[in-house]
């Protein structure tokens, strides 16, 4: 049986790529809602019923746990989802207690990047306010991100303007470490680790999703598996071209 990834598009193969790593004999399936990409931009009662209909679908293929690698998705669907199905469902959320972690000694700031609506949720203010009790957290929506990462445009001049111009307002050696709050960010980490001072570090949320799936697979008895990590892609609209570009775009994450 395979382990199942989720996202609204090619984001959550940031997340797969690390599962890749760390279970090297699992086989995996890859489930881009391309219908009503991007979610970070529309409203939650609209993101739930995207994400009930798409895991349905996912469900038929036997699959023994389901990642869903999309932190809108995460904070809005994750409770009804575990309500309904049985097998293992693990979530993401901003790493923004390792963020705060790392930054203890040097009391420097942390900067979580993520889209409109996870900063909207109770879910993200709730995280924020139990980890940060020194009001060390700052938050920045880039809606656009996304969109310029499911073009496969992830170090052109355009997006190093956007990130110039969304940083401008802010005193970069302030911050110690950068948080990608959606998992389509970390394509760019490329393009960061130009524009940003070299002290700060920058983190995502994959490794402890994938940790969080190794422990409960691992109770379940269900490691480790027999395959070669082989993917299988699909996509809510069926279309070939765009099971190449997920194809392309986990080529893209392999060389970072």
């Given amino acids: 049986m395979r382990i199942a990834f989720f996202d609204s598009g090619i984001g959550g193969i940031t997340v797969l790529h690390e599962a890749m790593k760390q279970l090297p004999h699992e086989d995996f399936l890859y489930f881009a809602d ?5 979610y970070g931009t529309k409203s939650k009662d609209e993101v739930l019923a995207f994400v009930k209909k798409s895991v349905d679908m996912i469900i038929k293929e036997e699959v023994k746990a389901l990642v869903i690698a999309c932190n809108t998705a995460t904070s809005i669907a994750i409770t009804e989802l575990r309500k309904t199905y049985e097998i293992p469902i693990i979530g993401m959320e901003p790493a923004v207690k390792p963020a705060l972690e790392m930054n203890r000694s040097s009391g420097k700031r942390v900067l ?9 949720q109770s ?12 009001g ?20 052109s001049q355009q997006v190093t303007d956007y990130f110039h111009a969304k940083l401008e307002p802010f005193d970069l050696r302030m911050y110690g470490t ?5 998992t389509h960010y970390p394509f ?16 995502d949320g994959s490794a402890g999703t994938v940790n969080r799936l190794i422990q409960l697979l691992s109770e379940r008895n269900e490691l480790p598996g ?24 986990l080529e893209i994450i392999r060389g970072h």
């Fill in 188 to 203: 760019y980490r490329g393009v960061l680790r130009k524009i940003l001072p070299s002290h700060i570090q920058i983190v």
């Fill in 178 to 182: 950068v948080v990608l709050g959606c």
């Fill in 226 to 249: 027999v395959g070669q990590s082989d993917v299988k892609f699909m996509c809510s609209n069926e279309d070939k071209a765009y099971m190449q570009k997920m194809e392309k775009a």
């Fill in 123 to 134: 879910k993200y203010r709730e995280l924020v306010s139990r980890m940060d009790d020194m």
């Fill in 112 to 120: 979580v990047f993520a889209t409109p609506l996870t900063l909207k």
């Fill in 34 to 38: 391309t219908l009503h990409v991007p």
């Fill in 136 to 155: 060390m957290v700052d938050s920045v929506p880039l809606p656009e991100l996304v969109e310029f990462c499911e073009q496969l445009n992830v170090e």
